[in-house]
């Protein structure tokens, strides 16, 4: 069974519009890592935040995470059509990782 | 920025055939790889956890002999899809961590392998 459930499957927005995605998991965890996939190519890592952090930034991207309801949101502010991708949460320790289901993300212009 | 390239993009191949991906890491070394499946709109797959000269550790439910993984060098890892089936039809991405990494670093990907069996 997949460790992280991501909410909504499947987000359609416009350009300029902020986009949240949330990610749910089971187990406890040391950080969380966020990718994205644009379609049919392989994953490009994003962003990771550790159990000890409850928010980070990187440029546009916004990453929450409360250890207490083991979830963890991403939000993407003034989206750009280039945006568009799925999204996966990813949780495990050392190098093995498990995968959320993601969130396919539509951004259009 | 470490780049792992996997080869090849697209592959069609008839039943019963055996088929055959690469993996390199090309900038940095790799002990450890790993060898994802996807099935169309769903998550990766952890299939296998590839070792630089020792045995691949498979997950439950991955057949070893169907899908066998040899990790030679500190920058390849193959995997070969023996005895394809159609079922097999899927898309297959390799990952690979750099040697001497934290625990923490990010894993980088290959841009996946296409694996069509009719």
């Known amino acids: 069974s997949q460790q992280g459930e991501e909410d909504p499957q499947a987000l359609s927005i416009q350009e300029g519009e902020n986009a949240t995605m949330n990610c749910s998991y089971k187990?406890?965890?040391?950080?969380l890592q966020w990718y994205r996939q644009n379609s049919g190519r392989g994953l490009v890592h994003l962003i990771l935040?550790?159990?000890?952090?409850r928010e980070k930034h990187s440029g546009r991207l916004r990453v929450t995470l409360d250890t207490s309801k083991k979830s963890s949101s991403l939000l993407i502010t003034a989206s750009r059509a280039a945006d568009t991708a799925s999204y996966f949460c990813?949780?495990?320790?050392?190098?093995?990782?498990?995968f959320g289901t993601g969130t396919q993300l539509k951004v259009e212009l | 920025g470490a780049v792992v390239s996997q080869h090849p993009s697209r592959v069609i191949c008839k039943s019963g055939t055996s088929v055959k991906i690469e993996c390199r890491s090309l900038?940095?070394?790799?002990?450890?790889m790993f060898w994802y499946r996807q099935f169309p709109k769903k998550s990766l797959m952890l299939m296998a956890t590839s070792n630089e000269g020792s045995k691949a550790t498979y997950e439950q439910g991955v057949e070893k002999d169907k899908f066998l993984i040899n990790h030679a060098s500190l920058t390849l890892s193959t995997l070969t899809v023996t005895s394809a089936h159609p079922e097999d039809s899927s898309f297959y991405i390799c990952?690979?961590?750099?040697?001497?990494?934290?625990?923490?670093?990010?894993?980088?990907f290959g841009n996946g392998t296409r694996l069509t069996v009719t």
């Open positions: 935040i550790r159990s000890n952090e």
């Open positions: 900038d940095f070394q790799a002990t450890t």
């Open positions: 990952s690979a961590q750099q040697s001497g990494g934290l625990g923490n670093s990010p894993l980088h």
């Open positions: 187990t406890s965890i040391n950080n």
């Open positions: 990813a949780t495990g320790g050392g190098n093995k990782l498990t």
